[in-house]
């Protein structure tokens, strides 16, 4: 009789992780836009913002996401606006993960009046309407980019991570092995970073990956409304110019449709990855 072996503990997760489908749909299609995002303005025949040559022109091999009604090559802008889309992924949704993870770690580990205060911080944040501190500062601020956007994203954005990561704190903290590190004279920092939060990479990684999906989420709503970057292109900001000139209205759909639908599978493919390492990482959760 032929035995099934079962995979070592080491690459268990690794294993489980390359049967997910989850996983496997929503690896594919954030990478098919991460290497759009690399190559695809190396294969733009144009620039931007340059004129392409024909206005509210239709898909073709010329122009093949059309162009705009400024004669602007669409497929160049959305080449453009998705790398513009990641970075704010990336530094929105990691300065957002960095503040969440240092305050939650501290009030969790700490309590007492450096929690609450920690606490009451994060309770002030989470009140503060963000859209009218952004309208103030576009008043003074005329020129905006993709850096201060994020810088902005991730300030308002880790409230709900050191929540998370604080209650999670607060269970680790009483556990035996972190009991023997205040022993042995570690220093609270030391412990939180050797001791803690190891423990805690499954549900950090997890963390980051939906503050990068709401990231790239929130900077699409801003670019839309017209407060974003005004130095870039971005994918909001191209469907905020079809919307104001009329693109719905004289039928140029490929103008707010690319951008529109890159959106929504990105983010929608960071929730579907995010599913799938949860039942990676979660025996009870796992597809067998």
């Not at 080491?10 to 991460?34: M, Y």
């Not at 209650?167 to 092995?177: G, H, P, V």
């Not at 970073?193 to 939906?210: C, D, G, H, Q, R």
């Amino acid at each position: 009789m032929q035995t099934v072996t079962k995979p070592k503990k080491k690459n268990e997760l690794l294993f489980f992780a390359l049967r997910n489908t989850k996983l496997r749909i929503g690896l594919a299609i954030i990478l098919f836009f991460v290497v759009l995002a690399i190559v695809g303005p190396h294969l733009a025949k144009y620039k931007p913002n340059e004129f392409a040559g024909a206005q509210n022109h239709p898909p073709s091999a010329e122009y093949w996401f059309g162009t705009t009604s400024f004669g602007d090559d669409v497929f160049s802008q959305f080449a453009s606006g998705l790398g513009a889309a990641f970075e704010v992924g990336l530094l929105g949704g990691g300065i957002g993960t960095l503040i969440g993870l240092l305050v939650g770690f501290v009030a969790g580990y700490r309590g007492g009046l450096i929690d609450e205060f920690l606490n009451m911080l994060t309770n002030i944040v989470l009140v503060i309407p963000a859209l009218m501190v952004l309208l103030i500062i576009a008043v003074y601020l005329k020129a905006r980019g993709v850096f201060i956007e994020s810088i902005f994203i991730g300030c308002f954005a880790w409230p709900w991570t050191a929540r998370a990561v604080r209650a999670q704190t607060f269970s680790l903290r009483t556990r035996d092995f972190v009991d023997m590190a205040r022993i042995s004279a570690m220093r609270p920092l030391k412990i939180i970073a050797t001791e803690i939060a190891p423990n805690m990479m499954s549900y950090l990684l997890l963390v980051f990956i939906l503050q990068f999906g709401g990231a790239i989420l929130t900077a699409a709503t801003l670019d839309f409304i017209g407060l974003g970057p005004t130095n870039v292109i971005s994918l909001g900001l191209m469907m905020n110019n079809a919307v104001i000139y009329g693109a719905l209205i004289l039928g140029v759909w490929w103008w707010f449709v690319p951008p529109g639908i890159a959106i929504t599978a990105i983010v929608g493919a960071l929730y579907v990855t995010n599913v799938g390492l949860d039942e990676a990482f979660n025996p009870k959760l796992r597809e067998m």
